[in-house]
């Protein structure tokens, strides 16, 4: 029997089948650059006697539909399909949940309809969410299918930390209130962190970055998340790809009365318009990079402004949790990037972190820590593994259930 995880992101999908019974990952397929003409496709089979590799580019994939019917065409035609006559269920990452749900589910109609009413708070990843949710319903009727919450991460969130200083019934009538994402990142990181150290997670203080496209900071006391840079929606926080993070509030009544943009405009523009995009003109930190490189100033602009804000947080995050253990970098940035990892370090010393040069540099594919051996706080590097994460919901879900 066989489980499938689909992870769909705002601009990608993560597709990963893991044979039930041994927990091992069997195959992998990614989609990425979804909406763009310069989308690309990645598999990789680990099957006994099938380990097929395959690279595709300059393809175009026009939404997250789009991307999973290429993903089965593909592997129909390369007979890589067979799983399917045994598939056990299908996990979702969901990334709004809302209030409403604090743990993993079984979709059903009640979950679709809820997941539907909180697009507006995550408008670049609910809406494909659903997408993959419904198009596998149609493919496979009589599947089980879970959705796992990144929000659920978050729901301990303390009142000091997850309420906004707004009237009270926006909160207890509309539900306005910080909520995080990322959860199943720092879910799984925060377990992964622990394990590296062989200490217990409930006695550690964590910070985790999970660094990417979109990118979020979480403080974690004893294995509860305190707070998060996210908030109501994705859009709060860090500076990201496309995202503009943290603004003042005034902004949009600005831009509504001078430029008389409408709410949509501005929402498009804020969400998908800004961060490294609105700042130099792409959104792919490698890009950035090398506009950098050569010398464009808009380009090290958003590199200082992106490390300066991470280290605000991490700051403010070291007070909330009283000292820290370690700090951890994960996703595409957080993990590949050393030039960003040393540039956010380098402001750190004034906590006790010092990092060393040489394994800053690694290019490797496991957890392993960059601090030099008298640091007073652990910096680790751990690979993101949200479709792991999302297997085991799966597995609790279902045994929970008895499905």
């Given amino acids: 029997m066989f489980v499938l995880v689909i992870n769909s992101g705002s601009s990608s999908i993560k597709f990963h089948v893991f044979e039930l019974e041994t927990e091992t990952l069997c195959s992998t397929c990614?989609?990425?650059?979804?909406?763009?003409?310069?989308?690309?496709?990645?598999?990789?089979?680990?099957?006994?006697?099938?380990?097929?590799?395959?690279?595709?580019?300059?393809?175009?994939?026009?939404?997250?539909?789009?991307?999973?019917?290429?993903?089965?065409?593909?592997?129909?035609?390369?007979?890589?399909?067979?799983?399917?006559?045994?598939?056990?269920?299908?996990?979702?990452?969901?990334?709004?949940?809302?209030?409403?749900?604090?743990?993993?589910?079984?979709i059903d109609d009640n979950v679709i309809i809820e997941i539907e009413k909180l697009v507006p708070l995550a408008p670049l990843h609910n809406s494909a969410n659903l997408t993959c949710i419904k198009f596998?319903?149609?493919?496979?009727?009589?599947?089980?299918?879970?959705?796992?919450?990144?929000?659920?991460?978050?729901?301990?969130?303390?009142?000091?930390?997850?309420?906004?200083?707004?009237?009270?019934?926006?909160?207890?009538?509309?539900?306005?209130?910080?909520?995080?994402?990322?959860?199943?990142?720092?879910?799984?990181?925060?377990?992964?962190?622990?394990?590296?150290?062989?200490?217990?997670?409930?006695?550690?203080?964590?910070?985790?970055?999970?660094?990417?496209?979109?990118?979020?900071?979480?403080?974690?006391?004893?294995?509860?998340?305190?707070?998060t840079s996210m908030g109501f929606t994705p859009l709060e926080g860090l500076m990201m790809g496309t995202r503009s993070g943290d603004i003042d509030p005034s902004i949009p009544f600005y831009l509504a009365k001078t430029l008389k943009m409408n709410?949509?405009?501005?929402?498009?523009?804020?969400?998908?318009?800004?961060?490294?995009?609105?700042?130099?003109?792409?959104?792919?930190?490698?890009?950035?990079?090398?506009l950098?490189?050569?010398?464009?100033?808009?380009?090290?602009?958003?590199?200082?402004?992106?490390?300066?804000r991470i280290c605000k947080y991490i700051g403010a995050y070291y007070i909330a949790l009283g000292g820290l253990d370690a700090l951890t970098f994960t996703a595409g940035v957080g993990e590949n990037d050393s030039e960003i990892r040393q540039l956010i370090c380098n402001n750190l010393s004034v906590i006790g972190i010092t990092i060393d040069k040489q394994r800053n540099n690694n290019d490797i594919c496991v957890s392993y820590h960059i601090n030099k051996e008298n640091s007073k706080i652990s910096v680790l590097v751990i690979p993101a593994d949200e479709e792991l994460e999302i297997f085991r919901q799966v597995l609790s879900v279902t045994r929970e259930t008895g499905v």
């Fill in 292 to 308: 950098a490189e050569s010398g464009n100033n808009q380009a090290q602009l958003a590199i200082d402004m992106y490390c300066y």
């Fill in 136 to 227: 596998m319903h149609q493919l496979c009727p009589n599947t089980l299918q879970v959705a796992a919450f990144d929000t659920a991460f978050f729901q301990a969130l303390p009142a000091h930390a997850n309420r906004y200083a707004i009237p009270e019934d926006l909160y207890t009538k509309h539900h306005v209130r910080r909520y995080g994402f990322h959860g199943t990142s720092h879910n799984f990181i925060t377990k992964q962190t622990a394990q590296y150290l062989q200490r217990p997670l409930t006695e550690l203080k964590l910070i985790s970055l999970h660094l990417g496209n979109g990118a979020s900071v979480a403080a974690i006391h004893n294995g509860i998340c305190i707070d």
């Fill in 263 to 290: 709410l949509d405009e501005i929402e498009t523009l804020l969400n998908k318009e800004s961060g490294f995009k609105g700042l130099c003109g792409v959104s792919d930190m490698r890009e950035v990079h090398k």
């Fill in 30 to 106: 990614t989609v990425e650059r979804i909406g763009q003409t310069n989308s690309f496709f990645n598999c990789h089979n680990f099957l006994p006697g099938n380990t097929q590799k395959d690279y595709l580019d300059n393809l175009s994939i026009i939404d997250h539909k789009a991307g999973l019917e290429f993903i089965f065409n593909y592997l129909k035609s390369n007979n890589l399909d067979k799983w399917l006559i045994a598939l056990h269920a299908i996990g979702h990452r969901v990334v709004h949940g809302g209030a409403t749900f604090d743990k993993s589910r079984i």
